[in-house]
């Protein structure tokens, strides 16, 4: 899952990257209103961390925006202010949730995670064929059988799942699941893809993930899958 942290505190945002890395999300950084709106709005989020006193364009001018455009991406406003008129105005703009500065890490994570449960919840599970991902759970079955995956296989899986049918582009895959730039010489996607192929073949799911030559990948239905 991709979140993108909009923070002018090089510190602040050094931690929360670091940290949501290492539970496996791919985090974007926006270090101002301004890239943090054109971010939000160019790329596809699971949740946006946002600091309401930015540079170039207040944080509430920017949840408001969104909000405007039609983005309903989930939003954890982080903040000093502390009154609860800010909370208040905050949540009135469309902030799903409020996280006063300082804060403890794992209370943002519980937020992060809370946040973005409920906007899955209209549609908690993705199902293609007899593959079914469980997105709040995290958890992926094959029939009955369950089968396990890391948390960036899983992200990578998800990813194809919420497209099923559709061919992904290496580089659209690379950069929404690490969040990074993507280079061609690395080897990355085809070593996850290799071991997310071999724990589905061991669970009856073999041909679920399809290579097209030159294009990317594309998940399909079991019964439409290449045996």
Known sequence: MRILVVEDDAAIARFLIRGLGEEGFAV??????????????ESVYDCVVLDLSLPRKDGLMVLRDLRAAGVQTPVLVLTARDAV???????DAGA???????????ELLARVRAVMRRRLAASPVVQVGQ???DRPARIVWFDSKRIELSAREFAVLDFLAQRAGEVVSRTRLFESVWGEHFEPGSNTIDVHIKEIRRKLSAAGAAGVIETVRGAGYRLVAVEDASQ
């Open 131 to 133: 593959l079914r991902v």
């Open 85 to 91: 008129s800010e909370r208040v105005r905050g949540l």
């Open 96 to 106: 799903d949730d409020y996280q006063t500065k300082p804060f403890s890490f794992e």
């Open 28 to 41: 974007d950084h926006a270090a101002d209103g301004e890239d943090g709106l054109f971010k939000a709005q």
